[in-house]
């Protein structure tokens, strides 16, 4: 049965028994259906990422199965128009004891948004019974928590965003990107420009340095094990657990690389010195958009040059050149970000709980204790 025709079953059958309501949904474990229907709402449908084809289709069939989550994909539709309003690539997974409904993430995608159909509402009424209609579908579970929701991108509202009962405690550092290098500079303090100098200086100490981009997999894959090393240095020498580089998270991070191949959705960002791999950064392009999800670098004698500022600024040089619109370094609330120029979006959390064992679950995860216990299990997920 062809997409058209699998639309047009569910539209005459699977959605007619609940008309009576604005919207109307379905849950599916089947990833491939999901994903066909992802596919069919165009690229434009994702306003991050993290919720495109690209992304959604190593997650799931990588990410997801090793950590033993189960896909809980969601379609809401308006039932009047017959039109998608919105996807939820959302997963099932039991922590301590209780079942828990997330976003596809496991720390390593950096917000969570729906996709947006034709019929995407955009007031909080019309995300209220939407989303109703997405809690109704579900199985059993105890607690749905949706975390690190941005309130707009790119003009779109974030549906959920207009629900969220929490804020996160974490933010979104975007820059939108000037017409130049040089106004892009003027921008920012005079400090900045003195110390990116001095930073420039300071490679020439060592024979200057060069910069690579690299969207071609054949290319960036053997890049993927150094990046891992670096991260995994920097992260040992603070005392912390390093799993990037586990397989299945290190088969993600290629699969991600080889699956956009065509339409360059990946870039490993390489800057060389002295014959040196010193820093990498890897990259997302989409909608005009980079977001930097990983970075890395050398420390010890290289602490002078700043690394991963200068790499970052030279990813910035490189996406005004090529006409990206914006630069997004994720969430988490770094220094280093503010000074190359991200403003601090605020991200939300929306939390429901579904039984009374989820509702004294989110009320003892807002206490001293239970946060601790979560930020415990959330240290053994790669940050």
Same mark, same amino acid.
Request: charged share 20%; aromatic share 8%.
């Given at each position: 049965? +062809? ?19 604005? *919207? ?30 690209? %992304? ?9 199965? +090793? &950590? ?9 539709? /308006? +039932? ?13 997974? @039991? ?15 950096? *917000? ?8 995407? $509402?955009?007031?909080? &009424? ?5 989303? /109703?209609? &997405? ?23 974030? $549906? ?22 040089? /106004? ?27 910069? @690579? ?40 991070? @290629? ?46 004698? %290289? ?77 053994? @997920?790669? +940050?």
């Amino acid at each position: 049965m +062809s997409m058209l025709q699998i639309e047009t079953y569910e539209r005459s059958v699977g959605w007619v028994a609940k008309a009576a309501d604005r *919207y109307v949904a379905d849950c599916t474990d089947n990833i491939g259906r999901f994903l066909s229907r992802a596919a069919t709402l165009g690229p434009q449908a994702a306003a991050t990422p993290f919720q495109s084809v690209n %992304w959604l289709t190593p997650w799931l069939r990588v990410i997801g199965p +090793s &950590a033993e989550t189960e896909p809980l994909l969601i379609t809401v539709r /308006d +039932s009047m128009r017959g039109e998608i309003a919105m996807l939820l690539p959302l997963v099932l997974r @039991r922590f301590y004891g209780v079942t828990l409904v997330e976003f596809a993430d496991l720390s390593v995608s950096d *917000y969570g948004f729906p996709l947006l159909g034709p019929a995407a $509402p955009t007031t909080p &009424a019309a995300a209220a019974e939407a989303f /109703d209609a &997405a809690l109704a579908v579900l199985p059993p579970v105890d607690v749905v928590r949706l975390c690190n929701l941005p309130g707009i991108i790119d003009g779109r509202v974030n $549906p959920l965003a207009l629900l969220a009962n929490a804020a996160h405690g974490s933010v979104r550092n975007v820059a939108a990107l000037p017409a130049s290098w040089d /106004d892009y500079l003027a921008a920012r303090p005079r400090k900045f420009r003195k110390a990116l100098r001095q930073h420039h200086r300071a490679f020439d100490a060592h024979g200057g340095f060069t910069v @690579r981009m690299i969207t071609d997999p054949a290319e960036a894959l053997p890049l993927l094990d150094r990046l891992d090393g670096l991260q995994r240095e920097r992260v040992a020498g603070r005392g912390k657990r390093y799993v990037l580089d586990r397989p299945a998270y290190s088969q993600f991070y @290629r699969a991600v690389l080889d699956h956009g191949a065509a339409q360059r959705f990946a870039m490993l960002s390489v800057l060389e010195s002295a014959g040196t791999v010193v820093a990498i950064a890897y990259s997302l392009l989409h909608q005009q958009s980079c977001t930097t999800v990983r970075l890395a670098h050398l420390g010890a004698e %290289w602490d002078r040059c700043s690394p991963g500022i200068v790499l970052v600024s030279e990813i910035i040089r490189w996406l005004i050149e090529n006409g990206v619109r914006r630069f997004d370094l994720g969430a988490g609330g770094y220094d280093y970000k503010k000074r190359l120029g991200c403003e601090a979006e605020p991200l939300l959390t929306l939390e429901r709980p579904m039984s009374i064992k989820g509702r004294m679950a989110l009320s003892a995860w807002t206490t001293f204790a239970g946060r601790r216990a979560l930020l415990q299990s959330l240290a053994a @997920r790669p +940050s």
